[in-house]
């Protein structure tokens, strides 16, 4: 098993300029969560999902969207990337809930760049 | 503002010596995980305390919890120098209703083991 996948590893924008950051599990989870990690500042989360079809905004949503059309795969995308963007993006998943005491299984990170 | 707090942020030790973190938090929790980030890598799970725990075990590892002063610790016994890592505690907090795995992490310790 893979586990938790995300694309591309790294990336470059220009302020203004839109991407997407995928994030795949075949781990047959409902939940999902893009989280951001900057130095000093741990990491906090930008959005989740309970379930395909569902999203919901997290501790810091502004700049960013989400999407989880498919179970299997979380979407996050920068509309109009700003420097204060740049940060490492980590997508995570979970059987259940953490107040079931499920744990977080997490990819690699996605670094992002914006100059 | 962040719900867990590590200490001390960095701890540089030699191989064989006992390494000690500790995370304090402000709310009532559900549960506390610690995990582990290697390199340019994502998280990785090493361990979970309920709220009605106070200690336990998972190999090396050692975790106990203090929900009267809302504290925790991770010891790694005879450490080795692959254990060399960023350790960041989780929280899950308590707040009525589920909370669909919104954890909140602390901002890590950074633990190098020397050989």
């Known amino acids: ?115 | 503002s962040q719900q867990g707090e590590e200490d001390p942020q960095a701890l540089s030790i030699q191989e064989g010596e006992n390494a000690t973190m500790n995370c304090s938090y402000k709310t009532s929790i559900n549960n506390l995980q610690w995990y582990r980030q290697n390199s340019g890598r994502g998280l990785v799970h090493l361990i979970l305390i309920r709220s009605n725990e106070r200690e336990k075990h998972s190999g090396r590892l050692r975790v106990t919890l203090d929900t009267s002063k809302k504290s925790s610790s991770l010891l790694i016994t005879a450490s080795r120098a692959a254990d060399t890592a960023s350790y960041f505690c989780a929280t899950d907090a308590r707040a009525g209703g589920t909370s669909y795995g919104k954890l909140t992490f602390g901002q890590g310790t950074i633990l190098t083991v020397h050989p």
């Open chain 1, 1 to 115: 098993n893979a586990g938790v996948t995300q694309t591309p590893k790294f990336r470059v924008l220009k302020t203004g300029q839109s991407m997407t950051l995928l994030c795949a599990q075949d781990m047959n989870h409902e939940y999902m969560y893009w989280y951001r990690q900057d130095p000093g500042m741990g990491l906090r989360l930008i959005h989740y999902s309970v379930g395909e079809g569902t999203t919901a905004k997290g501790e810091v949503p502004d700049g960013y969207n989400v999407s989880r059309l498919k179970k299997q795969n979380f979407l996050l995308g920068l509309e109009s990337a700003a420097p204060s963007q740049t940060s490492v993006y980590f997508c995570a998943s979970s059987r259940r809930p953490s107040s079931y005491n499920s744990p977080l299984h997490f990819g690699n990170g996605t670094r992002l760049t914006v100059t």
